[in-house]
């Protein structure tokens, strides 16, 4: 049974950093996409980051390039986000999510319906 299990989340200051982390089981994690999403209150789920199995390519929505960093360790199954200069704007909670078919590129990789497994998230907030 695949299972994702998000940490990290917390509340800073803006210009603040946080990292997340995402424990994966129950799955090859190395065949993998893995993604970072974030659901604001009243707001969609939007894609931040992801990146393929192999690390090779990344994939980050464009408000956060240069500022977030998304990043595996595949001998300890685990994803990170790490999240520098952060704004109000990018309080939200944030999900840690696997699709087992791929990156495909950016519009799939950031989309969050093309997901098979989700964790259940790690709220960040943000004061100004």
């Known amino acids: 049974q695949v299972q994702l299990v998000e940490s990290g989340g917390g509340s800073v200051q803006a210009g603040g950093s946080l990292r997340l982390s995402c424990k994966a089981s129950?799955?090859?994690?190395?065949?993998?996409?893995m993604g970072w999403f974030r659901q604001a209150p009243g707001k969609e789920r939007e894609g931040v980051a992801a990146?393929?199995?192999?690390?090779?390519?990344?994939y980050y929505v464009d408000s956060v390039k240069g500022r977030f960093t998304i990043s595996q360790d595949n001998t300890k199954n685990t994803l990170y986000l790490q999240m520098n200069s952060l704004k109000p704007e990018d309080a939200a909670m944030y999900y840690c999510?696997?699709?087992?078919?791929?990156?495909?590129?950016?519009?799939?990789?950031?989309?969050?319906?093309?997901?098979?497994?989700w964790g259940q998230g790690t709220q960040v907030t943000v004061s100004s």
């Open positions: 999510a696997a699709r087992a078919s791929g990156c495909l590129g950016v519009s799939v990789a950031l989309d969050a319906t093309r997901y098979n497994y």
């Open positions: 129950g799955y090859t994690y190395s065949t993998y996409c």
């Open positions: 990146i393929r199995a192999s690390g090779a390519s990344t």
